[in-house]
């Protein structure tokens, strides 16, 4: 399935996280940005937390602190569940 990126052009791909922070110095620039009106959905979540641009891609950070461990939670539970999707939709 295609589906329609956020200049219109079409996308080969219809599953992406977007985790973007409040202060995100590029949200502006993204689906998250103030004003827009994308759906978070089941193969796109949308996920705005208050932490600081990139801090989920830090695992010793999730230690510390719960936001984060959750953020990255979510990210990975949602990523799980593509890798079924997809190994399933190939009978592997």
Known sequence: MQVRGVSG??????KSN?????????????????????PS????????HDSYQTADLHIDLAQSDPTIADLQQKALTTIRRW????????QL
């Open 9 to 14: 052009s079409p996308r080969s791909h219809d």
């Open 18 to 38: 977007h985790l973007r922070t409040v202060v995100d110095p590029y949200r502006d620039a993204t689906i998250s940005a103030k004003g827009t009106s994308f």
């Open 41 to 48: 959905t089941p193969d796109r979540p949308i996920v705005v």
């Open 83 to 90: 890798i079924r999707e997809w190994k399933r939709e190939r």
